[in-house]
């Protein structure tokens, strides 16, 4: 059984910074696409970093040079590394993860819009005051 898990959300002040963690279970840490979302009131559920398979990042041009997602395979961690934490970065962050399409060295992460993700934590919250 897929299990996802955050922590490390907070209350910080513009300019701060903040890492997130999502332990994970049930599957072999570094086969899945993963990435984070967030969703703040009102809002749509929007990405903000991506890993795939093979340990390459992605980033929307909102986060990018602020935010950072990397993984610790002994730990069967994702991280998401903020930095320079605006007051429009608030917002409830989700872990996500799905498997990659295709097969054995041919196998790759698609550009997944919310709704396509398979797995999802509970999510954390983040507040960045101004």
């Known amino acids: 059984q897929v299990q996802l898990v955050e922590s490390g959300g907070g209350s910080v002040q513009t300019g701060g910074s903040l890492r997130l963690s999502c332990a994970v279970s049930g599957f072999t840490f570094g086969t899945y696409c993963m990435g984070w979302f967030r969703q703040a009131p009102g809002k749509e559920r929007e990405g903000v970093a991506a890993?795939?398979?093979?340990?390459?990042?992605s980033y929307p041009e909102f986060v990018k040079g602020r935010f950072t997602i990397s993984e610790d395979n002994r730990k069967n961690t994702l991280y998401l590394q903020m930095d320079s934490l605006k007051p429009e970065d608030t917002a409830m962050y989700y872990c996500?993860?799905?498997?990659?399409?295709?097969w054995g060295g041919g196998a790759y992460c698609p550009s997944r819009q919310p709704h396509e993700y398979t797995y999802w934590g509970q999510g954390t919250q983040v507040t960045v005051s101004s």
């Open positions: 890993i795939d398979i093979g340990g390459s990042t």
């Open positions: 996500v993860a799905d498997h990659p399409l295709g």
